[in-house]
């Protein structure tokens, strides 16, 4: 019998609610299928399954939140008996609709666009009052109502998305908070000439179309993947008080949501992947999260984390480190700047990298060594 658990969607999930199943007793399931909704401070997230068989029983109702790690189902192999466990819990009964008066009912209208800046709408006194204790700001809902008008409902949902949003940023003030409390980082850069890499990718954009082309992320991703095999510690966990190496090389991307928020996404062997797969997998993964259609893989197993602020115009970031991870690397804008070639100065496009490092996990030496590797790869972009 395999178990089914509420997945870790991050070090700074502790539970989540599962809000429905996809998947009942008796279905036949895969590695892959999403199986169940999950809701967590990142939104809604769909949870698949990492094991052929056959859905045995439902441990957790819909509903119910619960910690990491509990035991959410039961799956069996295909062709065994069912198991002789207790029966699959009832759903929780829905909470019956508020009756609304025939008189106050919309009527069935395709909703209206949201009114332009400074234009007058109309909103309901109800939808108004609750807007002002929620901190709403009507001229961004859309109404749902007669000619657009703002209801309730509208303003419920608006202050739900705000809700989430603070619910999102507290939990990413407790990881962060934690980390600098726990963790003692030390900081390294190196800024490295990247003109090769640029024209590697150049002339792989013009010979392809737009939908295969590569961002220069994916080369500093796949980089990053390859130097950290000769520096395990890096990408590793600080767990029970010493370095636990990972035994693959998946990589977290920051990724900063329209709106606000960040979540972790993970994209998994990096090392071990081409580069247009990587840019599938980043931009497959990038839409899900600005979407709100994540998956719990999405989430799952980051042995390090990439940040980078370059498309905002900042030459470095110095990150903080994601615990229980040991290191994050950060890239800053790919800029053109002089550079002494030989006994020659001249205008070259370089990048600076950062490493923040567990002084627990690491030493500086090792550190600079991962950073000498990562610029000796980028001058080999071919070799990626």
Do not use: C
Not at 23 to 51: M, N
Not at 91 to 114: C, E, G
Not at 121 to 146: M, N, Q
Not at 242 to 258: E, M, N
């Amino acid at each position: 019998m395999g178990e089914f658990r509420m997945p870790s969607l991050g070090a700074d999930m502790v539970a989540g609610t599962l809000t429905e199943w996809y998947k009942h007793p008796g279905d036949t399931v895969h590695r892959g299928d999403i199986i169940a909704a999950v809701d967590t401070d990142k939104g809604s997230i769909d949870v698949e399954v990492f094991e052929d068989g056959v859905l045995d029983r439902v441990v957790v109702e819909e509903g119910r939140k619960v910690p990491v790690g509990t035991l959410l189902a039961v799956i069996r192999a295909e062709g065994a008996a069912p198991s002789a466990g207790p029966p699959p819990p009832a759903p929780a009964p829905a909470a019956p609709a508020p009756a609304v008066p025939l008189s106050k009912q919309p009527p069935a209208a395709a909703p209206s666009p949201a009114p332009t800046p400074g234009a007058r709408f109309r909103v309901s006194p109800v939808a108004r009052r609750l807007a002002a204790e929620r901190g709403v700001d009507l001229a961004t809902i859309k109404g749902s109502g007669p000619d657009g008008a703002i209801l309730q409902e509208d303003v419920e949902a608006a202050a739900g998305v705000g809700d989430r949003r603070e619910r999102m940023r507290r939990a990413i003030a407790a990881a962060m908070a934690r980390s600098k409390r726990e963790i003692p980082h030390f900081y390294l850069t190196r800024t490295i000439d990247f003109a090769a890499a640029a024209d590697w990718l150049s002339r792989w954009n013009a010979e392809r179309k737009p939908a295969e082309r590569l961002l220069p992320t994916v080369l500093l991703l796949k980089a990053t993947a390859l130097a950290l095999r000769d520096y395990p510690e890096l990408n590793a966990r600080w767990e029970e008080g010493r370095v636990q190496p990972a035994g693959a090389v998946h990589v977290g991307v920051a990724t900063y949501l329209h709106g606000g928020g960040l979540v972790i996404l993970a994209l998994h062997h990096v090392d071990q992947q081409t580069l247009p797969a990587l840019m599938r997998d980043l931009r497959g993964a990038v839409d899900r999260a600005r979407t709100g259609t994540l998956r719990s893989s999405d989430l799952s197993d980051a042995t390090i984390t990439v940040t980078s602020l370059g498309e905002d115009g900042s030459d470095s970031v110095l990150g903080v480190i994601y615990p229980p991870q040991t290191a994050v690397v950060g890239f800053g804008t790919i800029l053109e700047r002089p550079w002494v070639i030989g006994s020659q100065v001249g205008i070259r496009k370089v990048v600076t990298a950062s490493l923040a490092a567990d002084h627990r996990a690491t030493d500086g030496h090792r550190g600079a060594g991962f950073l000498a590797a990562l610029a000796q790869l980028l001058q080999s972009p071919e070799a990626l």
